[in-house]
């Protein structure tokens, strides 16, 4: 079993994923960067609950439902649901549970080939939920997407550049990237596949300090 750690945890994304996306090969006939974001969701909550001792999880939980059961103190609950960068009234796409305390651990958001500036909504959204809840549940989350690999390295300085921007004002919170090594094929929105183009799975994790 693995021990969970700030960098097994991302790593496990990425190994859970890179399964992943073998068996929508396999089985599907397409690829993972194609494959709906619940797919990834599932993934990842299954290799979470195979591999690591203490994780459950609930797929879609409501956004309220997560917080009160992290036991935060009323006042804190009240801030993160006031809060319109959380959007309480919604959900989140996998909420992994501690089993021993049965509390929520980590929020995880997934996107599928979305631009850079399109994930600024849920860097804010987990960025605050780390903010509100301190060094306690929910205090490292993770934003999980698939992009198609570019030349050079634009791409991963122009992440950074989003991700700083969006975190600037919210003290007390930090992040690290981490990213598969390139995969294919990378089949496009009309379902061709491109010769010579690869992707990436990208963990963009968001922690409170």
Known sequence: MIKSSPNSRRQAIIDALVLAH???????????????????????????ADNFLNFGYRLEPQVKRTFQSAHLWHEEAESLCADPDIR?????????????????????????????????????RLA??????????????????????????????????????ELDGIEGVSY????????EPFINREYETLADATFRIWVIEIKAL
């Open 22 to 48: 073998e068996s929508a090969q396999q089985l599907c006939g397409t690829s993972l960067n194609r494959m709906p974001e619940y797919y990834m969701a599932m993934r990842v909550a299954d290799y979470f």
């Open 128 to 165: 605050r939920v780390c903010f509100h809840a301190g060094h306690k549940s929910l205090e490292t989350n993770y934003l999980v997407l698939t992009r198609k690999c570019p030349k050079g390295d634009s791409r991963l300085k122009k992440a950074k550049q989003v991700l700083s921007e």
């Open 176 to 183: 690290k990237i981490s990213y598969s090594d390139p995969l």
């Open 88 to 124: 309480s009234n919604g959900r989140f796409d996998l909420v992994l549970y501690n089993n021993k305390r049965e509390r929520p651990a980590h929020v995880i958001e997934f996107k599928r080939g979305a631009k850079l500036e399109s994930l600024r909504p849920d860097i804010k």
